[in-house]
């Protein structure tokens, strides 16, 4: 089984009302539910914009040095990610592509190149 990032980025989204974007949200969730049934979901945490930056960060003479929010220059960035366990990228492209359909914008589908590493269990955990 391979992992597969499926994202997309928020400039590729119109502007919504709040009511379709609670209708998108209720169609999403359908849409991981579904994964979850198919076991292949490993992980999602809802959407990300502008207002979740916390801060950039990069190396000056090998240290960090941390600026509010993103990066100045970037004129991009991720909206909402789930990563998937799934056996090849057909099976991605599939969910991704019902991913794009209840939400009416377009998705990537990524492949990671090895497995990842895992949180150890037990962390941060009640």
């Given at each position: 089984?391979?992992?597969?990032?499926?994202?997309?980025?928020?400039?590729?989204v119109?502007?919504?009302t709040?009511?379709?974007?609670?209708?998108?949200g209720?169609?999403?969730?359908?849409?991981?539910?579904?994964?979850?049934?198919?076991d292949?979901?490993?992980?999602?945490?809802?959407?990300?914009?502008?207002s979740?930056?916390?801060?950039?960060?990069?190396a000056?003479?090998?240290?960090?040095?941390?600026t509010?929010?993103?990066?100045?220059?970037?004129?991009?960035?991720?909206?909402?990610?789930?990563?998937?366990?799934?056996?090849?990228?057909?099976?991605?492209?599939?969910?991704?592509?019902?991913?794009?359909?209840?939400?009416?914008?377009?998705?990537?589908?990524?492949?990671?190149?090895?497995?990842?590493?895992?949180?150890?269990t037990?962390?941060?955990?009640?």
């Amino acid at each position: 089984m391979t992992e597969y990032l499926i994202t997309f980025n928020d400039e590729w989204v119109r502007e919504h009302t709040a009511e379709e974007l609670r209708e998108k949200g209720t169609a999403a969730r359908a849409v991981l539910e579904e994964m979850q049934a198919a076991d292949v979901l490993i992980f999602t945490n809802g959407g990300l914009d502008r207002s979740t930056a916390v801060c950039s960060v990069v190396a000056e003479d090998g240290k960090p040095v941390f600026t509010d929010g993103p990066y100045v220059e970037t004129k991009e960035h991720l909206g909402g990610f789930c990563v998937v366990e799934v056996p090849d990228d057909e099976a991605a492209r599939y969910w991704a592509g019902r991913l794009a359909t209840v939400l009416d914008w377009p998705q990537e589908v990524h492949r990671f190149r090895g497995p990842g590493h895992v949180r150890r269990t037990g962390s941060g955990e009640k």
